[in-house]
């Protein structure tokens, strides 16, 4: 299964262990945010660590990738340890995933990178607030398009909401309240 026939379907959710031991648990769409899921090859190699620090500066410089607006999570099969030092060198801002098994790479139809010689290839992931994926990106020598890649998914994703809200803030506006008729409290029984 490739990655790209998972476009348009629910996300899988998966739980693995993050940088720092603790069991993580992601189940994209649940916390009603987009979600944006990215597997690199190997932690602390060149282009893995330039796209890692390419999303921290993100998430520290653009509104889009705030945590309380998209969630955002790194996923490679290196062990934990690896990934605690790796996350605490380069004070990455977000849940970095350890994979060893590739449990989480078959689910989302990840294979090799590199003609096979990288054990997961660089592929990120755009999960609307609802949980479906939207689109995919491969490029594992071109680490530097991913973040734009999700920068403009993230407008995208951002126009659409504020589509579907703008109707119905519009329908609330407009809703016309029925005229009650006046009763005078004060005027005297019918006799």
Known sequence: ?????????PAPAITLNNHDGESFTLTPGGKGLPTVVFFYPKAGSYGCTKEACQFRD?????????????????VSPDPVEKQKAFVAKN???????????G?????YGVGKGLFGFADVARV???????????????????????S????????KLKAESEKEQAPAETAAATVEVPAVPAVDTLAAPAA
């Open 91 to 101: 004070k990455l801002t977000y849940p970095v995933l350890s994979d060893p098994k």
């Open 58 to 74: 993100a998430v520290s410089e653009k509104d889009l990738y705030k945590p309380e607006k998209v969630e955002l999570v790194g």
């Open 1 to 9: 299964m490739s990655h790209r026939t998972l476009i348009g379907k």
């Open 124 to 146: 990120t992931f755009v999960i609307d607030d609802k949980g479906n994926i939207r689109d995919t990106l491969e490029g594992t020598l071109n680490y530097g398009a991913h």
């Open 148 to 155: 734009k890649f999700v920068t403009k998914w993230l407008d």
């Open 103 to 107: 449990e989480a790479a078959k689910a």
